[in-house]
């Protein structure tokens, strides 16, 4: 209680602080519309800063603070005259330490303005934001400010008079792509393809070529294994062990002169817990759709939803407190067990046993449905519940075909809590993942891969020592000594924590490479054999490849994508497969899911439906989805200087040499291809 206490007291008082500093105003800002004649006004942001604060800049270099910018996301009855400047403003630069890099920054005043260009009054709409970030040169202090926009046709000067030309004419901002061409699309984005070839769809030319790597059945089969492997974890737990003797004897018991029917409705119960956690899994689909599942592996806030899920649960194994359904839901399942008969009384026990056993399944299977919903796939909650419930219903089913086993389990004692400890830890360690997931997509820079990397060290190094008895949480009992099995998990937790420890200067740790953050996040790297990228820009990296003369291969990745990491760290650094990427290729690495938002909102039209593509990772997303027809990373395309197809696409395969082989297959058609055109 005195902690709960405390943490309040805390809470309340990071809050005051919070609105303290936010009281303090230390930039205020008018928004104008002002008329410049022959048609055209400017939008005009006036800030004025206190003193000891600043605000930067537009041009930021990449890594730097937030810069100022202008986001419009709808724009009618106007088109854009320039660019997004600062106008009598007195430019400041300096090196910044943290940073580490020249940052230009205004002092007292600031004006940013917007030219544009209005051909009709009567439907102008301007719809948008302007962001930025003052910061103070005393404690180093950075409050971030959003100015929402919002004009219509009545907010417009009463002098402006209207640019020649009809709505018919309007080049609307957020520019319109039918699926059939992308002339538009291109002519918006920040650096423009010289040929609108580059985004026509090739679904078919790729399929002509065959893919390799599927990784879909891969990816449910993994999610099946660990929803078995959790299955077995939760029947090791103390809410679990203890009922599987009670809850045969009782079938036996019930059935005395009847072994066969003893063992049917064993068997029936193990059945009624299996479609109990499937229809969970099919429950979660139902709420968030298919396309909801894949969004959840990359956006930031579930991320951090499921980091803080992962701790809560992490620190209830742990010991500090339970997480128990209400009594009277066990009570009412408890009550309907005893009044029913047959198959449906059978069916409420098994409901009874899902609900007294949550405080030790709970974290597990939220973790698991976690996994599974990051996957993307719409069974994906429903093959790991089934997996879970299957792992947990067999041992029911086999000590009732065969009681005699019953003598032979061990018995029920503090190595059950110890199971729920261990798991804690592994807990903790998978929540950092969900974490950096977050923090790579809009590189906010918090847990770099050397910061991940200790905690990590520390994590595994304490459950070495907590399974030698050298540390104790509250509902452990004496350990007299310690076991067999207890000094070998130790040991491994131990060599592990040692194992990660040369990652601390670059070492890749190819067998956590889909957990860790990438080595690119890292500051000091004494390791040099890792692939990089060339470009992260699709039209700037063909362009490169068109004057060099060299094919490109995409490669669609992810920050949050664990297969992704796999494929980097086991078959990228593959001396072969390095040699090949750096000198015969282009590399054109596209993120999915970078937060980063672009300089003009795009829209597009899919499916019949108009949709708003306002982050670098939207983009990328939807060229996977427009020209390659797949939403699945990694993904890889060889493609000429057209953006056509110069061989198979490749997914999730680990097979150095089938990789090799694909990338010879793409140099060998774009030799061929070049050959023919001469």
């Known amino acids: ?172 901002e957020a520019s319109s792509v039918d699926t059939a061409t992308t002339d538009t699309l291109n002519q918006t984005s920040t650096a423009a393809a010289s040929s609108s070839d580059l985004w026509k769809p090739v679904i078919e030319e790729v399929k002509a070529y065959g893919a390799a790597g599927d990784t879909s059945d891969q990816s449910l089969f993994w999610i099946f294994l660990g929803g078995f492997g959790g299955g077995l974890l939760a029947l090791l737990t103390p809410c679990v ?116 056993s949550f405080s030790c399944t709970g974290p597990i299977i939220g973790t698991l449905l976690v996994q599974a919903a990051g996957s993307g796939s719409i069974v994906a909650p429903a093959i790991g519940m089934f997996g879970f419930a299957l792992a947990l219903a067999i041992p029911f089913s086999l000590f009732a075909i065969f009681p005699s086993w019953l003598e032979s389990m061990p018995k029920s004692g503090g190595w059950l809590n110890s199971v729920k400890v261990v798991l804690g830890f592994l807990e903790l360690a998978l929540a950092l993942k969900f974490f950096s997931v977050a923090d790579l997509a809009y590189g906010w820079g918090i847990l770099d891969r050397e910061v991940f990397l200790v905690l990590w060290i520390a994590i595994f190094a304490l459950l070495g020592v907590y399974l030698l008895g050298k540390l104790k949480l509250p509902h452990d009992s004496d350990l007299k000594h310690v076991s067999v099995p207890r000094l070998f998990l130790a040991i491994i937790s131990f060599a592990f924590a040692i194992y990660m420890i040369p990652g601390l200067w670059g070492a890749p740790l190819k067998s956590i490479s889909a957990f860790s953050p990438p080595l690119f996040t890292q500051d000091f790297n004494l390791y040099k054999g890792e692939v990089h990228a060339k470009f992260d820009d699709y039209e700037a990296g063909m362009e490169y490849a068109r004057k060099n003369n060299k094919p490109v291969m995409i490669d669609f990745s992810g920050y949050g994508c664990v297969n992704c990491r796999k494929m980097e760290a086991s078959v990228w650094t593959d001396a072969r497969v390095k040699d090949l990427l750096e000198k015969d ?91 023919e055109t001469k």
Not at 103 to 131: P, S
Not at 143 to 154: C, R, V
Not at 318 to 345: H, Y
Not at 602 to 608: A, D, P, T
Request: glycine share 6%; hydrophobic share 45%; aromatic share 12%.
């Open 1 to 172: 209680m005195l902690f709960m206490k405390k943490a309040f007291l805390f809470l309340i008082l990071s809050v005051i602080s919070t609105i303290g500093i936010y009281a303090q105003n230390p930039a205020t800002w008018t928004v104008k519309l002002i008329d410049k004649g022959n048609g055209e006004m400017e939008l005009t942001v006036n800030f004025k800063i206190d003193p000891t604060w600043h605000l930067y800049d537009i041009h930021i270099p990449e890594g730097g603070p937030m810069p100022t910018s202008l986001t419009i996301d709808n724009l009618k009855g106007a088109t854009k005259a320039g660019e997004f400047k600062a106008v009598n403003s007195k430019l400041k630069k300096s090196y910044d330490k943290i940073f580490q890099m020249e940052i230009g920054y205004y002092e007292t005043q600031a004006t940013f303005v917007q030219r544009l260009r209005v051909t009709d009054k009567a439907v102008f709409l301007l719809e948008g934001d302007l962001r930025s970030q003052v910061c103070s040169e005393v404690d180093g202090q950075c409050i971030p400010i959003k100015i929402d926009l919002s004009f219509k046709s009545k907010d417009l000067p009463a002098t402006l008079v209207p640019a020649g030309g009809t709505s018919a004419d309007i080049t609307d």
């Open 241 to 356: 062990w203890p009922m599987i003797p009670m809850t045969v004897s009782f079938f036996l018991k019930r059935n005395k002169k009847n072994k066969g029917k003893a063992i049917k409705d064993a068997m029936t119960y193990g059945l009624g817990i299996i479609i109990i956690y499937v229809a969970l899994g099919l429950l979660i689909t139902a709420i968030f759709g298919a396309s909801a599942l894949n969004d959840l592996a990359t956006s930031a806030i579930f991320n951090l939803i499921f980091f803080a899920l992962l701790v809560v649960f992490a620190i209830s194994f742990f010991g500090a407190f339970e997480l128990v359904l209400p009594s009277s839901w066990t009570n009412k399942m408890d009550q309907k067990a005893d009044s029913t008969t047959g198959i449906i009384s059978i069916f409420f026990m098994a409901f009874t046993l899902a609900l007294v």
């Open 585 to 675: 290729y282009v590399l054109i690495t596209l993120m999915v899911d970078d937060k980063k938002k672009l300089p003009e909102v795009i829209e597009v039209e899919e499916n019949g439906k108009t949709t708003k593509l306002k982050t670098i990772g939207d983009k990328w997303s939807y060229l996977q989805r427009h020209k390659f027809g797949t939403n699945s990373q990694p993904y890889y395309v060889l493609l000429d200087h057209a953006g056509k197809p110069i061989g198979p696409s490749y997914a999730y395969d680990e097979d150095v040499n089938k990789y090799i082989e694909f990338l010879n297959t793409g140099l060998t058609n774009f030799k061929k291809i070049k050959e």
